[in-house]
C-alpha cells in the first residue's frame, strides 16, 4: 500500500509512479476527493476514462470506486483518448470527468486529468484535493452513487467526420507511437476520406518502439522515414493520451506546433476577425506579427494545458495553443486540447493546396533549438528562477517578459528560461534570425545560470 504523497498533486494534473507515488488505494482516495469537491458544485455525474497504459484498468476501477463512495455516479468510457474525456462532459449531462493517463511519461507513470464543473482544474484547485483527503478522507456517502459504461468512440469520430471536410483526398501517414491515439486515428481519417498508413497505431502500454511523444525530434524519425519511402504527402504523430499533435512534411521538416498556429490562427480569425490569439511563452516570435496581420490580437501566457484552457475561457478567445502541441480550438469546437481534432482541422485546410508541405515549409521560422532541459535537484529549479529573475542582466536586450519565468526579447531572437510545474527542470528555448546570433543568446544564459549555479550541467 502506498501512502498519499503531496509530491503526485501537480500544477496541471496529477501524476505519479506506480507503486511507488500511486496505486489503486490512493486512486481511490482521489476518487473520494473528486467526488466531493464535484458534489459541492452541484454535480452529480463524473465521466471516466483511461489510456492503454497497463496500470490503468487498475487505477481506473479504484478511481471509480472512490467516485462511488462518495455518493457521485460514474459514466466509465474504458479505453479512450483523453480528449474523448473532455468530449464526454461536454455531450453526456456530465460536467465532470477523470482522465486517467500517464500523457507522456514513460510507462511506469500514470495519473490523473480533471474536469471539474466544466473547467480543466489545476493549481490550488489540484492542492485542495491533497488537503480534503488529509482532513476528510473517510467522510464516504450513506448511499453510494451508481456505475455505467458508455461507448463514446461513434459520438466523437461522428461529430469530427461531420463537421471537417477536406477539399480533396490525401494520403497520410499516421504515427501514434503505440499510444491511446492508435485505436481512434486510423478510423478517424479514412471517415474523412483520406488514405491512412499507419505507425505503431497498435496501443500497448509498454511502447516498444519510441516514445509517445512528439515535442521530441527523436520521437519523429520513423515517421520522416516513412514519408521518404511511401507516397503519403503529410505525416501527423500524437502523444501518448491524444491530446497533442506533432506534424511532419514530405521533405521530413519538423512542423512545431508554434507555426501549425499560424495556419489554425490564419483559418479561424476569417470567421473571428479581431478576436484574440492565446500561445504560450514558448512560442516563435513570428507567431504574434503572423497574427496582427491576419485581424487577429496575439495574446502571449503561460505554458500549461489546464492554464491556457482557463485563460481562453475567461477571454472568449477562439483558439489556442502551446509549443508542446497541445491546440485549444473553441471556434467549430469546445475549446479543449485535442490533438485527433486538430489533425482533422490541419488536413481541411492542406487539402485545399496541391503541394500541403510546400505550405507548411514556407511559414515564417527562425534558427531555433527545440525545448532544452535544465536537470536539477527537486526544489533548485523554483530558487534558480527566483535569483535569475532577481540578479541575471542580458546586455542589449529589448524587453524582458516575466509573465512565465524570463522571455528576454532581442532584436534578432529571444531567449526562454522557465521552471517546469511538473518536474525539477529549467525549461529553455532559444531562436535568432541568424546562428550567430542564436550563439550569442545562447552565451548570455549560459553566463547568467553558472553565475548563479556554477555546478549547473548545461544542455548547449
Known sequence: MVSLSKTIFKAYDIRGIIDQTLDAGVARQIGLAFGQAALAKGQTKVVI????????????????QGLQAAGVDVVDLGVVATPMVYFGTNVLDA???????????????????????????????????????????????????????????????????????LARPIKLAVDCGNGVA???????????????????????????????????????????????????????????????LGVVTKDGQIIYPDRQMMLFAADVLTRHPGEQILYDVKCTRHLAPWISRHGGRPLMYKTGHSLVKAKLRETGAPLGGE??????????????????????????ILTRESDPSALLNGLPQSDSTPELHLELKEGENVA???????????????????????????????????????????????????PAALARIQGQFKSVILAAKPDAVLPF
Open 49 to 64: 476514462g483511461r489510456d492503454g497504459r497497463l496500470s490503468g484498468p487498475e487505477l481506473a476501477a479504484a478511481l471509480a
Open 95 to 165: 460536467q465532470s470527468g477523470i482522465m486517467v493517463t500517464g500523457s507522456h511519461n514513460p510507462p511506469n507513470y500514470n495519473g490523473f486529468k480533471m474536469v471539474l464543473a466544466g473547467e480543466a482544474i489545476h493549481g490550488e484547485a489540484i492542492t485542495s484535493l491533497h488537503q480534503r483527503i488529509v482532513e476528510h478522507g473517510g467522510d464516504e456517502a450513506a448511499r453510494p452513487g451508481g456505475y455505467s459504461t458508455h461507448d463514446i468512440r461513434a459520438a466523437y469520430l461522428q461529430r469530427i467526420i461531420g463537421d471537417v471536410k
Open 182 to 244: 492508435g485505436a481512434f486515428a486510423g478510423d478517424l481519417f479514412r471517415g474523412m476520406g483520406c488514405e491512412v498508413v499507419e505507425l505503431f497505431c497498435e496501443v500497448d502500454g509498454n511502447f516498444p518502439n519510441h516514445h509517445p511523444d512528439p515535442a521530441h525530434p527523436e520521437n519523429l524519425q520513423d515517421l520522416i522515414r516513412c514519408l521518404a519511402e511511401t507516397d503519403a504527402e503529410i505525416g501527423i504523430a500524437f502523444d501518448g493520451d491524444g491530446d497533442r
Open 323 to 348: 509549443m508542446s502541441g497541445h491546440i485549444f480550438f473553441k471556434d467549430r469546437w469546445y475549446g479543449f486540447d485535442d490533438g485527433l481534432y486538430a489533425g482533422a482541422r490541419l488536413l481541411e
Open 384 to 434: 534558480l528562477m527566483d535569483k535569475l529573475r532577481s540578479d541575471a542582466v542580458f546586455p542589449g536586450h529589448e524587453q524582458i517578459i516575466t509573465i512565465d519565468g524570463l522571455r528576454v526579447e532581442y532584436a534578432d531572437g529571444f531567449g526562454l528560461a522557465r521552471s517546469s510545474n511538473t518536474t525539477p527542470v529549467i525549461v529553455m528555448r532559444f531562436e535568432a534570425e541568424t
